[in-house]
């Protein structure tokens, strides 16, 4: 658990800005030999870069006693991604731990984080992915991350890098051992439809109810979907092959009635394991408990320092502190709860900007 400050009724700017400094300041970091600097004379520059959406360069520029953006560039490039990750996850366990009662059990969503990417890969064709176009690109360093929604929001529990030359079924895995790990029970899985493939499947089923969208593609889901009035049935994948996979298939009509100024009916399909007893609407309307993770990903924006580096460890690297900054900020507002311990305690809304929820803008001297 991690071991926050009493505070006297309030817990000021500084105070978050300490447990973040703490949290972020344990990722591993190699270093240079032989320079006088330290991991805890980069880690704030890289915090504070990401509070104010800016790049090293800006922050270096504009600080006293920090060092100077080569250097801190240089100490990053020594990043080593497979230290970087399990300690990351190591610290989402701490903080979601400290956010979360481990007696309740937990709705887990899962989703891949596409980072856009504007140039060629650094050293290997494969930290690259392709992505539908976005920021007027179609390529993305991707990541893998679990998340439960408390409150109405999302708390990262766990997060992996992806490469274009490996399975991303591979990478599910990964975050769902590290999620298996926790100690409160799973309800349900959510993921979107980039999920919807065998292997992920069979082993999210095996991990808990699962609710997945299914892809209109194959005339025989085309069929399924081709229908006036909801149902449930069973979809086999595959079917007649030695791989044969067998699922429940909730397939849900609902009509738009103007909203949007959109009209007639929708078709949706979903994977629906361990839930064949429920209606499609019932099924649907769980599926909906995922709408928290598209603020997530505003926060993630809103506390991701700007690069351009091609180096993908070092961008895999203010990620993970984007989300860690969320995660601190969210802690600290659970402060307030008496179910985590805090008696009435307030701290800095984590709706406001990061700015202020870190209070670097208030503790860090400008040049």
């Known amino acids: 658990m991690l071991d926050l400050p009493e505070p006297d009724g309030v817990l000021s700017a500084a105070d978050v800005k300490d447990v973040a400094a703490d949290v972020i300041g344990q990722l591993p970091l190699q270093g240079i030999e032989g320079s006088p600097l330290d991991s805890g004379d980069i880690w704030p520059v890289v915090t504070l870069a990401s509070v104010n959406q800016s790049s090293v360069w800006e922050v270096t520029s504009q600080t006293d006693d920090t060092p100077c953006d080569d250097t801190v560039m240089d100490w990053l490039h020594t990043l080593q991604r497979g230290k970087l990750e399990m300690a990351a996850n190591i610290l989402f366990r701490h903080l979601a731990l400290t956010i979360l ?156 009635n103007g909203d949007r100024d959109k009209h007639g009916e929708i078709v949706r399909g979903y994977v629906a394991c361990d839930l064949a007893d429920r209606t499609p609407t019932q099924v649907e309307r769980r599926y909906r408990k995922r709408s928290a993770i598209e603020t997530s990903y505003r926060l993630f924006r809103q506390a991701r320092a700007t690069t351009t580096t091609q180096d993908p460890i070092v961008r895999f690297a203010f990620v993970i502190v984007s989300f860690l900054l969320e995660n601190c900020g969210l802690c600290c507002d659970g402060r307030s709860s008496p179910a985590r311990g805090g008696a009435g305690a307030t701290c800095p809304s984590s709706s406001r900007s990061r700015r202020s929820v870190t209070g670097f803008d208030t503790n860090w001297k400008q040049s």
């Open 101 to 256: 009662d481990p007696d309740r059990s937990r709705i887990v969503s899962i989703d891949f984080v596409d980072n856009p990417y504007h140039g060629s890969p650094n050293e290997e064709d494969g930290e690259l992915c392709t992505t539908n176009p976005k920021d007027g690109t179609t390529t993305c360093h991707r990541y893998c991350t679990a998340y439960v929604v408390s409150n109405g929001k999302p708390v990262t529990l766990a997060v992996t890098y992806v490469r274009s030359d490996e399975k991303e079924a591979d990478a599910v895995e990964r975050v769902l051992d590290r999620v298996a790990a926790y100690p409160f029970e799973i309800d349900l899985l959510l993921a979107d439809r980039g999920f919807y493939n065998e292997r992920m499947i069979r082993r999210a089923r095996d991990f808990a109810t699962t609710v997945i969208p299914v892809k209109e593609k194959g005339e025989r889901m085309k069929d399924n979907l081709a229908t006036h009035c909801s149902y449930m049935t069973t979809y086999r994948m595959y079917k007649g092959r030695e791989r044969e996979l067998r699922f429940p298939l909730a397939v849900s009509v609902s009509y738009q």
